[in-house]
């Protein structure tokens, strides 16, 4: 079998083909669509298939070679359900397993080899934090919990270090949370964003996480950076080219892509991680929508 390798790769290292996936979501119904985008060019998202339950405000992680679409509401309840894909090939998800407790709004992040995802509501809101193997299939096990208990957050990773930051419960929040991806156990202070919000999404490089977007009393066009082996508050980065919340991002080594929004919003920008600036336009989802979630084949948490 021959093993793709991202154009992105360093040292010889299979990471993927450098797709980035965005599924689910919302725009007057909700959608089972997902979608995907060659992160090191620019263009339009192409379908890649569905999801096994049509919802909005799931989660996304994933390893070089499967994407996991985690919980969500839909088609009339919250729901407990996991999909794959691979996402080196297009078709349709199939059933993984179920989180510990259905809920929707989580955040999720991953290693090449687990999967996280962190608070969300399941009618009241949670501090869970479940994990999975992704290369297996089956149901999520119990890894601690998050300092705050919270709802809406953006999650991103290391190789070693998931973060959670932001969220809402009763008032926004600008917490940031991290923990060590290979362990089990509660989550630990890493610092504040520099805005508190919420509905927001965080992609990651290896080294560097951003958190765009969201909302904060108003709509967001903030984004955010921190060093993630380090712990400290963030530190503006730049502006997304339109402010707006219930977004999704996904990255490469080198891009952080961020897609959708509420209100029809089909808009895919783009940023350089390593760089700080205001991003640039990089195409439109195949359907405009809100409440998505993303994940790629070559993010930060794959070394």
């Known amino acids: 079998m021959i093993i793709p390798f991202s154009a992105e790769a360093s040292g010889g290292v299979a990471v993927g083909i450098g797709r980035g996936l965005f599924g689910g979501g919302y725009s007057g119904l909700m959608s089972n669509v997902i979608d995907y985008v060659t992160i090191a060019s620019t263009g339009n998202a192409t379908d890649f298939g569905d999801l096994t339950v049509a919802r909005k405000d799931p989660s996304a992680c994933s390893s070089s070679a499967r994407g996991l679409f985690v919980g969500g509401y839909g088609p009339w309840y919250i729901n407990s359900v996991i999909d794959y894909v691979t996402i080196a090939s297009t078709g349709n998800a199939t059933d993984f397993g179920d989180l510990t407790v259905a809920r929707m709004e989580t955040a999720a992040c991953s ?152 209100d029809g919003v089909n808009v895919i920008d783009y940023v350089t991680i390593a760089s700080t600036g205001n991003a640039t336009d990089f195409g439109d989802l195949t359907v405009a929508r809100g409440n998505l979630a993303g994940c790629s084949d070559v993010h930060g948490g794959l070394g």
Request: aromatic share 8%.
């Open 111 to 262: 290693s090449a080899t687990r999967g996280m995802s962190g608070g969300g509501t399941s009618g009241s809101t949670s501090n869970v934090i479940d994990y999975v193997t992704i290369a297996s299939t089956g149901n999520a096990t119990d890894f601690g919990d998050l300092t705050v208990t919270r709802t809406s957050m953006g999650a991103c990773s290391s190789a070693t270090r998931g973060l959670f930051g932001g969220g809402r419960t009763g008032s926004n929040s600008n917490v940031i949370d991290y923990v060590t991806i290979a362990s089990t156990g509660n989550a630990t202070d890493f610092g504040d964003l520099t805005v508190a919000r919420y509905i927001l999404a965080a992609c990651s490089s290896a080294t560097r996480g951003l958190f765009g977007g969201g909302y904060s009393g108003s709509i967001s066009n903030v984004i955010d950076y921190v060093t993630i082996a380090s712990t400290g508050n963030a530190t503006d980065f730049g502006d997304l080219t339109v402010a707006r919340y219930i977004l999704a991002a996904c990255s490469s080594s080198i891009r952080g892509v961020f897609a959708g929004a509420d």
